[in-house]
């Protein structure tokens, strides 16, 4: 596995929560995995061992790299040791506004020691699976290189592509072609995502719907020609969530546990949440959360733009409560919280707490989720299986992990809506809090919901697949 994030040391957004559990959910098969990423200077060393040092060649010199290597749970992690990671703040840069500007030459470095690694090791490499745009250049070189391995790319969110000047090839000493450049003319730039499009032997996403919308021109990006070329060798599959992290029986932030037989401890964590984000103490009012990034992708614009907001008009009628948990563009921030500032059934919480937010995703009786897009989402993953039902724009992994109950009221845990717009939010959650006022069909939902298994093992046995095909049917 070829990443430039993973958990338990380094982490911005989902990718590091998946290469984690997928990699330890493959070790558990039978199979053998190491993950490689850079050291950055957050990372504690502590337990690390040195495994070799090795040399890369940039245009001008050689580059030294230090390969660091270290057990969790039975899966060797392969740390990159050089300066470019480990004297820097962060992954990207050192606030998520202020990528570094030589991002390209960075993640080339990491291609490049993934490859130089796999021609040294006396350990057999069977197959590459290279992560988003920082590892995509991998496919290439592998190829590049005649390395006897089979690739596999995975795109986590096509957006982010890693675009570059061409002329960052050269001063890596990687030979341009084509394939590795999107663009016109001299308008032509290096596009590390499309590198692994174009070159891996086969391409996943996070789930099933992305995997059909990335093809149209709506959300392709600009790519959907390719991956659309490329349909044969595209799959989509479901990300899992870590199932000791994310179990309301057993759950560290909180001592009201919960399960689909009992769901008393839920009740109880509801009224903590309302007393401790300063909300009415009411059990029969539905509580609606939110934790996300504020952005528009997450679907802001259509929440709190307009005359007036959706999520006033919501606040307003006052037959609900939010907890708003999150941080990112500051006009939606403050817009948020002018909105709680005046309205007491809305708690706005600017702020990022792993604490928080497994209490409000234990404690809500809805989560609202209407993102504009959203590869694979984990919060409705999170909130299905705490028993809160999720009401949700109808895309990508959110429409392949929720049972519409305006579909299937017999098996339905959420609510999904066809068409992002204002009105669209303000009727869905009222027909959220309508439903809440059917206890026998609300409850009905949430011991559905409770139900759920999103665990790793499914998703790890269909990768095991791809990959077992494309070695000629072996494991």
Known sequence: MLTSETVPFSKSGGLADVVGALSSSINKTGNSVKVMMPLYGFIDKKGFKKERTITVSTLSKEETITILVKKVQKVDYLAIDHPLFSARKGIYGDTSFSPYSDNAYRFLLLSKAAIEYIKQSDWKVDVLHAHDWTAGPAMYLAKEEKLKVKTV???????????????????????????????????????????????ADHITTVSPTYAKEIQTAEQGCGLNDLL????????????????????????????????????????????????????????????????????????????????????????????????????????????????????DNVSVNIVFSQELSHIVEGACDYFLMPSRYEPCGLNQMYSLVYGTLPIAHKTGGLADSIININEDIIHGNGFLFEELSPNSIYNIVNQAITFYNDKVHFTEARINALKSDFSWNESAEEYIKIYGKLLGGTK
């Open 153 to 199: 790319f995975t795109i986590h969110n096509l957006a982010y592509q890693g675009d570059f000047s061409r002329f960052d090839l050269i001063r890596s000493n990687v030979k341009p072609t084509e394939k590795l450049l999107s663009g016109k003319g001299l308008e032509k730039r290096f596009n590390m995502l499309k590198s692994g499009l174009e070159y």
């Open 228 to 343: 659309k070329s490329r349909s044969n060798t595209l799959s989509g599959i479901l990300n899992g969530i870590d199932k000791k992290e994310w179990d309301p029986k057993k759950d560290v932030f909180f001592e009201e546990h919960f399960s689909a037989k009992d769901q008393s401890g839920k009740a109880k964590l509801k009224l903590k949440a309302q007393k401790m984000f300063n909300l009415a103490e009411n059990p029969d009012i539905p509580l609606i959360g939110m934790i996300s990034r504020i952005a528009d992708q997450k679907g802001f614009h259509e929440l709190l733009d307009g005359d007036v907001p959706a999520l006033e008009k919501i606040a307003r009628e006052g037959k609900c409560q939010f907890i708003i948990i999150g941080t990112g563009d500051k006009r939606y921030e403050d817009k948020l919280k002018d909105i709680g500032a005046r309205f």
